[in-house]
């Protein structure tokens, strides 16, 4: 079933036995000790490693690439990847894609939603074997992403914020919100901190 039983994981479209193969924060590798940014993952199925990965908030993409074909432990250490921006200093990216399965449609400004596909687990870039190297940061700052993917935190964006206003009975038409909030200084601010407090 998994690491900690887990056979779902927000960043995998399938259920199967997903296991956290290197946490967050300092090891050693090599004799090296450094710090790893991100958290690697991987989804199995019997003895195979596929996976379909899926942006874990709604965002807008900021950077794709899709050109590492392999293994490169010297360049593109970061293999195929996506970041995604989701508001309010949230950011993830995804490294080691497989070459090729970034879809056309996944382009620097376009507007994702969780669950979109945004390409396969893969082996390109300083990789040792088909992993997600999943990386999540706030204000610039990497910070752990584990209780992400296991799915006991989510990234609340605007939108996410505004349906806990409504199923609390603070507005009625998240709509309108989404469209008007952004234009006001502070606004977003203050709905996600009272979404905060009424979750
Ligand atoms: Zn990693």
Same mark, same amino acid.
């Given at each position: 079933?998994?690491?900690?039983?887990?056979?779902?994981?927000?960043?995998?479209?399938?259920?199967?036995?997903?296991?956290?193969?290197? !946490?967050?924060?300092?090891?050693?590798?090599?004799?090296?000790?450094?710090?790893?940014? $991100?958290?690697?993952?991987?989804?199995?199925?019997?003895?195979?490693?596929?996976?379909?990965?899926?942006?874990? &908030?709604?965002?807008?993409?900021?950077?794709?690439?899709?050109?590492?074909?392999?293994?490169?432990?010297?360049?593109?250490? +970061?293999?195929?990847?996506?970041?995604?921006?989701?508001?309010?200093?949230?950011?993830?990216?995804?490294?080691?894609?497989?070459? $090729?399965?970034?879809?056309?449609?996944?382009?620097? $400004?376009?507007?994702?939603?969780?669950?979109?596909?945004?390409?396969?687990?893969?082996?390109?870039?300083?990789?040792?074997?088909?992993?997600?190297?999943?990386?999540? +940061?706030?204000?610039?700052?990497?910070?752990?992403? &584990? !209780?992400?993917?296991?799915?006991?935190?989510?990234?609340?964006?605007? +939108?996410?914020?505004?349906?806990?206003?409504?199923?609390? $009975?603070?507005?009625?038409?998240? &709509?309108?919100?989404?469209?008007?909030? !952004?234009?006001?200084?502070?606004?977003? +601010?203050?709905?996600?901190?009272? &979404?905060?407090?009424?979750?």
């Amino acid at each position: 079933m998994g690491q900690y039983g887990l056979s779902r994981s927000p960043v995998f479209k399938e259920s199967g036995d997903i296991y956290e193969t290197s !946490p967050f924060g300092m090891r050693t590798l090599g004799g090296k000790t450094c710090k790893h940014y $991100g958290v690697d993952v991987v989804r199995y199925v019997g003895y195979n490693t596929t996976a379909t990965i899926v942006a874990i &908030a709604d965002g807008k993409v900021t950077a794709v690439k899709n050109t590492v074909t392999g293994v490169d432990h010297r360049r593109n250490l +970061e293999g195929n990847f996506v970041t995604i921006d989701h508001g309010g200093g949230m950011v993830t990216k995804y490294f080691h894609l497989k070459h $090729g399965s970034i879809p056309a449609s996944i382009r620097v $400004g376009t507007t994702v939603h969780k669950g979109d596909t945004i390409g396969y687990m893969g082996n390109t870039g300083d990789s040792y074997g088909a992993h997600l190297h999943f990386q999540l +940061e706030q204000n610039g700052q990497a910070i752990d992403g &584990a !209780p992400y993917l296991r799915g006991q935190k989510t990234i609340s964006t605007l +939108e996410s914020d505004l349906t806990v206003l409504q199923q609390c $009975g603070v507005i009625n038409s998240p &709509a309108y919100w989404l469209q008007t909030a !952004p234009k006001v200084q502070y606004l977003p +601010e203050l709905i996600h901190n009272m &979404a905060v407090k009424l979750q």
